[in-house]
């Protein structure tokens, strides 16, 4: 990349070479067949390059809106005017296709969480010798904006460098990568003795079941991450049934297992059930080894209403529900529980914290691996 004056920031310039075959100037005639086959294999070639040069090109391009955006929020003249509403009324404003507000925040959260893109941009050496940060060419050449919009989602700085390494190295696709971070594959590497056999099971797309994040922390019950099922986990509870209560609060008292409904002259089962003696009300709780889903929350409000109906006694107060999952969004969660009288809470758990140094030194290993 050529360097521009200060402060310009220069567009990419990808340039798509070809290679003639081996010997070719020795095979002056070739079949019919093998004609097809060269102008197939051009073809292929040609197209692929072409749209690794598109998605690189638009994550500059969306890179540079985020740019734009927070220059304008810290230093533009009329700012206050538009305040919150600023994103919408530029929508408005730009009024073109493919700009929306939800391009706009990903892009202004882009550019506030790579800084390392903004020097490569302008040609400067990197600011920072930090080994757990991605360089700049390697997240543009491997990294769709889809994909940097799903790791965009996670907080914590080691673990999105962890996702953005194994993303890259296993060539994951969109879907995949958000069905590896809603499974938590950063924290059951974390807490695996050995994260290089889980992670050859995740190439190979044998994903464990279980899936881990707090605010419930079950570390008492001393199960591995690596061979974890939803069943698993049922038993564990139950063995450390204890343990279990006091991490629920207070006043809680273990009733049923795999409590059996009759519904429409169907068997269904609700995976534990309490009753609170302080609340005087039954909890009926559902463990669930993915993210969040709306159908989840209409299952257990079914078997709320159920308990509502069947299973009060004099004295109860209306049952509650507890959906145990593993990653939730606050919006999708809001607009599921709008209109449902019955009272019902989504909450996320964890085995344990992930061991931080385990995988400091495992992702060093992957990026020197990367490196020969």
Request: glycine fraction near 4%; proline fraction near 3%.
């Amino acid at each position: 990349m050529k360097q521009t004056k200060t402060g310009e920031i220069m567009k990419n310039e990808i340039i798509i070479e070809y290679k003639l075959p081996q010997n070719w100037e020795k095979q002056k005639k070739f079949s019919f067949s093998k004609l097809a086959d060269l102008v197939s294999e051009i073809h292929d070639s040609a197209y692929t390059a072409s749209v690794k040069a598109v998605n690189r090109f638009a994550t500059v391009r969306n890179y540079i809106i985020g740019l734009y955006i927070v220059e304008y929020e810290q230093y533009g003249n009329d700012r206050a005017k538009y305040g919150e509403k600023l994103l919408k009324k530029l929508v408005e404003k730009v009024n073109k296709r493919g700009i929306n507000e939800t391009l706009l925040k990903n892009s202004r959260r882009f550019y506030l969480t790579y800084p390392q893109i903004q020097d490569y941009l302008l040609g400067k050496s990197p600011m920072t010798s930090d080994k757990f940060i991605t360089p700049a060419e390697r997240i543009l050449s491997n990294l769709s904006f889809s994909h940097i919009c799903e790791i965009l989602t996670i907080d914590e700085p080691l673990e999105r460098y962890f996702y953005e390494t194994e993303c890259i190295k296993c060539c994951w696709s969109v879907q995949e990568l958000r069905r590896q971070i809603s499974t938590n594959l950063y924290f059951r590497s974390g807490v695996s003795k050995k994260p290089e056999v889980l992670l050859a099971q995740t190439e190979k797309n044998v994903l464990p079941a279980l899936s881990i994040k707090d605010p419930f922390t079950f570390e008492f019950l001393g199960l591995k991450p690596e061979t974890f099922t939803e069943s698993d986990l049922e038993n564990a509870l139950i063995s450390h049934l204890q343990d279990f209560l006091l991490e629920l609060g207070k006043g809680f008292c273990f009733e049923a297992r795999q409590k059996r409904m009759i519904i429409d002259d169907e068997y269904y089962y609700a995976d534990l059930v309490f009753y609170n003696r302080i609340l005087h009300c039954n909890v009926i709780v559902e463990l669930k080894d993915d993210e969040f889903k709306h159908a989840d929350l209409s299952q257990l409000n079914a078997y709320v209403s159920y308990y509502k109906e069947n299973e009060m006694h004099d004295g109860d107060n209306p049952p509650v529900g507890i959906l145990l999952c593993t990653r939730k969004g606050k919006k999708m969660v809001e607009y599921a529980l709008a209109g449902l009288d019955n009272k019902l809470f989504v909450s996320t758990y964890m085995l344990s914290l992930p061991d931080t140094k385990t995988l400091e030194n495992f992702l060093l290993r992957e990026t020197e691996g990367h490196k020969k």
